[in-house]
């Protein structure tokens, strides 16, 4: 009997012993499953705080453990008040009944901290900020992890912001490549155009400008023969014939004019006061107009010359309706509106524009000054230029023909059939221009003593 209790005493503390090993190793099994889990959580949080001291380090890593703590406690409750309609177990704050082990005491062995590292942070921190532990431990939380989750939102938005001035920025430079084509393809076209107009110059010749001033000299000549030679220089001081043989002729006189005489609107345009007179015109006449011509043609040439001369004219007996006056003046004056006009149209194909405007101004300007010069019919000079711009403007050839080169050219044939209509209605109406304008006298003559009286 005594052996048999010796056997079974011996066997007693084999048994014990063995199931204690196998707890153990069960509990050891379940601790490296939740150090796994939590130490490679804790690895992630660490690399963040990289650059902590290690006092401050350590600080971290307890609130960091212990905020992963909270979390998956409060993820296992959730599972469990949903899953459980009612459930008579209660929780604790920091361990779950029915799991088995606690969490708590497992998380504190398994990050390898003791409880006074807990409570210690705990402490600290609570006299601090005046929190309690799950204050403290989302305040914390929301400190350092939302750094990660309000950048991505801020780099959606900025890469949005980005896209759109990206989209802007390739918007105005398909613009301005588009500008550049448009500035390059006129620009050949410019090129194109003016070497068309170059070839077509060379092949021209100033027919009607030859036949004009030949005209001229036959009348000038039959002008000297009809007064059977030239007037004294007191009676025509620019070597000419007299007043009744140009009447005779078809100079500009207002009462034959008004009982039918409409010749008299053109007739001027081919005779001269004198020989003075005859080199003056015709010596602009055949460097302006010749070069003109080349570069308009001779049908343009010959619709410039003639209706700018009758647009003179009409203003002139308009407002000087009882002086005898002739010569070329109102049409070149013409041709001296059509330089304006080309002058500006071609601006940026011309070498150097604002000299040759300089030039084109001083010589308006010294022209029309000698026109105001008594004996001087300078109604006709300024008519003759008006009219001379408008119908250059409708006739000139042009490099661009857009939109608003229509427009203008419109605008310029209303003005000038306007302007025809005025003028001849105040003349046969008899409509008093000095008492519709009164200051136009002053274009004519200034009132310097009394040289004025007579015209």
Same mark, same amino acid.
């Given at each position: ?140 939380? @929301? /400190? =350092?992890?939302? !750094?990660?989750? +309000?950048? *991505? ?5 900025? $890469?949005?912001?980005?896209?759109? &001035?990206?989209?802007?920025?390739? @918007? /105005? =430079?398909?613009? !301005?490549?588009? +500008?550049? *084509? ?5 620009? $050949?076209?410019?090129?194109?155009? &003016? ?9 021209? !010749? ?250």
């Amino acid at each position: 009997m005594s052996n048999s209790q010796e056997t079974e005493s011996a066997s007693s503390p084999e048994s014990s012993s063995s199931d204690k090993e196998e707890t153990k190793k069960q509990i050891a099994l379940r601790k490296n499953t939740l150090r796994s889990g939590w130490m490679d959580t804790i690895k992630n949080v660490k690399g963040t705080l990289s650059i902590l001291g290690e006092e401050e380090q350590k600080d971290h890593d307890i609130k960091w453990k212990k905020s992963f703590f909270v979390t998956q406690q409060r993820k296992t409750q959730k599972k469990k008040e949903q899953t459980e309609s009612e459930s008579s177990s209660s929780t604790s704050s920091y361990g779950l009944t029915g799991s088995g082990i606690d969490l708590e005491e497992e998380f504190k062995e398994g990050v390898g901290f003791e409880d006074d590292d807990f409570e210690q942070v705990n402490n600290q921190d609570l006299e601090n900020n005046n929190l309690s532990d799950n204050e403290f431990i989302e305040d914390d939380f @929301k /400190k =350092e992890q939302p !750094k990660q989750t +309000k950048e *991505r939102p801020r780099r959606v938005v900025q $890469n949005v912001e980005e896209t759109k &001035k990206s989209d802007k920025t390739i @918007k /105005k =430079e398909a613009k !301005k490549r588009k +500008k550049k *084509r448009k500035k390059i393809y006129k620009m $050949n076209e410019i090129r194109k155009r &003016k070497a068309e107009m170059l070839e077509d110059e060379q092949d021209r !010749k100033p027919h009607f400008i030859f036949i004009v001033s030949t005209i001229q000299v036959i009348m000038l000549i039959i002008e000297i023969i009809l007064n059977n030679g030239m007037e004294s220089i007191a009676v025509n001081p620019w070597f000419g014939p007299s007043q009744d043989v140009l009447i005779r002729l078809g100079a500009k006189y207002g009462p034959p004019m008004k009982n039918g005489e409409y010749w008299r609107f053109v007739t001027p345009i081919f005779l001269h006061v004198g020989i003075f007179h005859f080199i003056m015109n015709i010596v602009f006449q055949w460097k302006v107009g010749t070069e003109l011509e080349k570069f308009t043609g001779t049908k343009r040439m010959a619709i410039l010359y003639i209706f700018s001369g009758i647009g003179g004219n009409l203003m002139s007996v308009v407002f000087l309706p009882d002086l005898v006056s002739v010569g070329a003046s109102s049409s070149l004056y013409g041709l001296v509106g059509v330089l304006i006009i080309d002058l500006f149209q071609n601006w940026k194909t011309i070498p150097n524009p604002k000299k040759e405007l300089l030039k084109l101004s001083i010589m308006i300007f010294v022209s029309l000054g000698i026109g105001l010069l008594p004996a001087i019919d300078n109604f006709a000079h300024v008519g003759g230029m008006i009219f001379g711009m408008l119908i250059g403007i409708i006739l000139l050839p042009n490099i661009e023909f857009g939109f608003a080169r229509k427009f203008l050219v419109l605008i310029s044939i209303i003005l000038t059939l306007l302007l025809y209509f005025v003028g001849i209605y105040f003349f046969y109406k008899d409509v008093d221009a000095d008492g519709w304008c009164p200051y136009c006298v002053y274009l004519n003559c200034l009132p310097f003593k009394d040289w004025c009286d007579d015209f």
